[in-house]
């Protein structure tokens, strides 16, 4: 090999090596072969494996279980560290880690329609879908900036001991405070409450969009003063239903199943015209870990082994459905991503939220604050 071109072999592997493409022992073996093994060893390369990979969530008990499920996994097979951050990976605080010049975020659990804006923004690396099989996840739950970590559900849950076994089924029972009296609860950042009250309006399921923004607010108005709370995290609403507050809401599936298990089945709930959702990995532009490792992290979290076991601590929905192979009879009835509970459900449209999410959120609010 003429020295001009080892050089340039040499130069080629330390680029990769920068960019978390190969990790420190593809480069010492490579650069072995080049003769430059003490080149390797004096080269000052940070190794993404010699720090651990930071991955961001929402807090709480995904702390704990996406290290049960996910990030003591990658560390055993790779030897890659793994630290969770559970600060919350807003849209805006993604944008301030970007803007800071120094991002100390890796992968983060955000919004799928997030991924969709934040990706427009170059703000997120593409997903490098020759280390992520993609067609492990539906299409719909795929893009070029994330895939989906999990699947989650907005339904309706009510309290028997007002309704008996003839509670509301459907959003204009929802609306409907003569045939179901009592308060209600709804959530306060809109995903999924534009829809229910579309639908309580009359629209089909299948021309919810693009949403008539103006008709949903209007409906909104309709049900507001029999609100008793726009609830803004899970404990919320499970609160004002385990109190007996609220005769209605409309909140998370697993909140849900919470609730009427430790409400001995006083508080019922059903997928029944429920609106299902996801969570995306996503990876940050500029990222301290590199590319490599990342993509590897996220190929890793969506093996059925460890969505299975998310599913056990936190009841979200695999995203990968060669999960439901693993699962019981009666998982399966709980879990809101099956095959027969699908049917029953309406997909939030990630691209409506992506191209509509700030604005209309904005009119949400402010109508909510009058």
Not at 122 to 130: E, G, M, S
Request: net charge negative; glycine share 8%.
């Amino acid at each position: 090999m003429r020295q001009d071109h080892q050089q340039d072999c040499i130069e080629v592997l330390i680029e990769k090596a920068c960019d978390g493409q190969i990790n420190r022992r593809t480069f010492i073996q490579a650069m072995g072969l080049l003769a430059a093994v003490p080149l390797a060893l004096r080269s000052g390369i940070s190794w993404s494996a010699d720090k651990p990979l930071v991955v961001v969530n929402w807090g709480g008990d995904a702390l704990n279980a996406f290290r049960s499920a996910w990030t003591d996994t990658f560390t055993r097979n790779t030897g890659i560290q793994v630290r969770i951050d559970g600060a919350g990976p807003t849209e805006g605080a993604i944008r301030s880690q970007l803007a800071s010049g120094q991002p100390s975020w890796d992968v983060v659990d955000v919004e799928s329609y997030s991924a969709i804006v934040l990706g427009r923004e170059k703000i997120l690396q593409p997903l490098d879908y020759n280390v992520i099989k993609r067609d492990q996840v539906a299409p719909a739950l795929a893009s070029d900036f994330g895939i989906a970590s999990y699947q989650f559900s907005y339904v309706m849950a009510w309290d028997s001991e007002k309704f008996g076994e003839n509670g509301p089924k459907t959003w204009a029972d929802f609306w409907d405070v003569k045939k179901f009296p009592g308060k209600r609860t709804l959530y306060k950042w809109m995903n999924g409450m534009l829809e229910a009250a579309l639908l309580a309006d009359g629209v089909p399921a299948d021309q919810l969009y693009p949403l008539d923004v103006p008709r949903a607010m209007k409906k909104i108005d309709e049900i507001k003063p029999h609100v008793l709370s726009f609830w803004s995290s899970g404990a919320e609403s499970q609160q004002l239903m385990v109190d007996g507050e609220v005769s209605v809401g409309a909140i998370w599936h697993t909140r849900a199943k919470l609730l009427s298990e430790d409400t001995d089945n006083r508080v019922r709930w059903s997928f029944d015209n429920g609106f299902i959702n996801s969570s995306s990995w996503a990876v940050l532009n500029g990222n301290p870990g590199g590319t490599q490792p990342t993509m590897q992290f996220i190929q890793q979290a969506l093996q059925p082994d460890g969505q299975l076991k998310l599913f056990e601590l936190l009841g979200n929905g695999p995203s990968n459905s060669a999960t439901e192979k693993l699962m019981s009879a009666k998982q399966l009835e709980a879990n809101c991503a099956s095959e027969e509970n699908l049917k029953k459900q309406i997909a939030l449209n990630a691209q409506w939220y992506a191209d509509n999410y700030s604005k209309a959120l904005e009119e949400y609010l402010t109508r909510l604050s009058k």
